[in-house]
């Protein structure tokens, strides 16, 4: 399998020292996944009702607690006659159910050692245990095939194929730094130094694959390897073929075993999301895959602009219906914005009992813009209090700015910014309501503006008129 820990780190790195890195982890106690760590601490007191398969299957989906348990296990004292520990289930069934979940219940978590300092790491760790339990899926299912005899040896070998390499991930959360290794050389003197079983070794060693046996799991670890990223990599065909005329099978019943292998895995065997499993490519044709051709964005629907005359007709008619304040104010300012085309649009709404007029309706003004707190006094005499005798209106424009820049009420400049504007007051009956201010926000505004505005604030008090008359009456 791939090697990609060490591969961008080698010339960072000292000379190899395969002994003292060896040594480091000859006896420390492994960290296991906290997902094992969690399901294992669920099942302590309550061993009686537990089954021994469903903690072996527990185990076997954890490469670095298979490895602890089997070394634990293999170190024990024993005569000369007593054979090599291979499975899971024999552990158990030397140590007791209970014992068993209590010790290893205890082991510290790959999480806690790696995060969240070596986040990186620890996405890589889980990318390569998925991959040692898809490998070991595989050679299973081979296993099965051949009706192999001791299908735990063959599961658990592949699980533990690149357990130097998963070992080489903890070492960035260890307190002191670990020694260099070459990795691809300690293999077998790590595992001699666990008195891990003697089958391992003749399962990986790549010199001896003389056997079918041997054969198809090697095959199997270098499927699972080139298949993370891609069925159509180099090298799949080739290890499919190679299952093929070992098994002695049609190559596409191989290849189905291999996607339902996936597939399952996918479903059922990976709890990690963010590691995405091998099956995600399978949905992939051969051949080139042209570029999907771009589609021009959908043209918008037109949208007709309402005329100034039918927003007059919509103002006569609220009026005339009964229409409440709001959806007067409300198409009167649509007409001014959409029908007249003015960009910045206020009603100030006079507060008779503070002699002020107060911003109540804003349109195109952005948030932080000064329009949004419109506010003018009216205790002291300048052009909004004229405006406010009778429903008048006026158009500050370049050509009477300086007749009327001297009227304008204090702080108004600040807040509108300069440019050419438009105001007139408001009147229901003869009591006046407010005033309506418009501009172009420092643009200038034409005549046919200023006419058009005159004429819906002018609709817009005779609907408001006929809106109070129809409540002084009741209707």
């Not at 005033?435 to 609709?459: P, R, W």
């Amino acid at each position: 399998m791939a090697n990609a820990v060490t591969a961008a780190s080698n010339a960072a790195q000292p000379a190899p020292n395969n002994e003292a890195w060896l040594e480091l982890w000859a006896q420390r106690a492994l960290p296991i996944l906290q997902s094992t760590k969690s399901a294992l601490t669920a099942y302590i007191g309550r061993t009686e009702a537990a089954r021994v398969d469903q903690v072996v299957e527990l185990v076997l989906r954890d490469p670095l607690l298979t490895a602890h348990a089997l070394r634990h296990i293999n170190q024990r004292r024993r005569t000369s006659m007593a054979a090599d520990v291979v499975s899971i289930e024999n552990v158990i069934l030397l140590m007791g159910l209970e014992a068993f979940v209590n010790q290893f219940s205890q082991l510290p978590t790959v999480e806690s050692l790696l995060l969240p300092k070596q986040q990186a790491r620890y996405f890589s760790l889980l990318r390569h245990i998925a991959t040692a339990r898809l490998a070991a899926r595989l050679a299973r299912e081979f296993g099965l095939l051949r009706y192999d005899s001791r299908l735990d040896e063959i599961y658990v070998t592949a699980l533990l194929a690149d357990l130097p390499l998963l070992l080489r991930h903890l070492d960035a959360g260890l307190e002191t730094p670990a020694p260099a290794v070459d990795i691809a050389s300690v293999t077998f003197p790590l595992f001699a130094r666990w008195r891990l079983p003697e089958a391992f070794n003749s399962l990986l060693d790549e010199s001896s694959a003389a056997s079918q046996r041997t054969m198809l799991h090697q095959s199997a670890l270098r499927l699972a390897d080139h298949l993370q990223l891609g069925w159509w990599q180099t090298g799949v065909a080739d290890e499919v073929q190679l299952a093929t005329q070992a098994l002695a099978m049609p190559q596409f019943e191989v290849w189905a075993l291999v996607c339902r292998s996936l597939l399952h895995f996918a479903c059922d065997d990976w709890p990690y999301p963010q590691i995405f499993a091998p099956a995600r490519w399978l949905p992939m044709l051969p051949g080139e895959w042209p570029k999907p051709a771009v589609k021009a964005p959908p043209k918008p629907a037109k949208t007709e602009t309402p005329s100034l005359q039918d927003i007059l007709r919509e103002l006569q008619h609220a009026g005339q219906s009964g229409a409440s304040f709001n959806q007067i104010m409300g198409l009167s300012i649509r007409a001014q914005a959409d029908a007249i085309g003015l960009k910045r649009i206020v009603f100030g709404l006079l507060l008779a009992g503070q002699n002020l007029l107060k911003a109540r309706y804003v349109v195109g003004a952005s948030d932080d813009d000064p329009l949004r707190s419109f506010q003018v006094e009216l205790s002291m005499p300048h052009l909004f209090t004229k405006l406010m005798l009778k429903p008048q209106s006026v158009w500050l424009n370049q050509a009477n700015r300086s007749q009327f820049e001297a009227l304008l009420p204090r702080g108004l400049r600040l807040a509108v910014g300069d440019g050419d504007f438009l105001a007139m007051s408001l009147f229901v009956e003869d009591k006046p309501v407010g005033i309506f201010y418009a501009d172009n926000h420092g643009a200038t505004i034409s005549e046919a503006q200023y006419t058009a505005f005159k004429q819906v604030c002018l609709m817009a008090g005779q609907a408001l008129t006929q809106q109070a008359k129809r409540l002084a009456l009741g209707h």
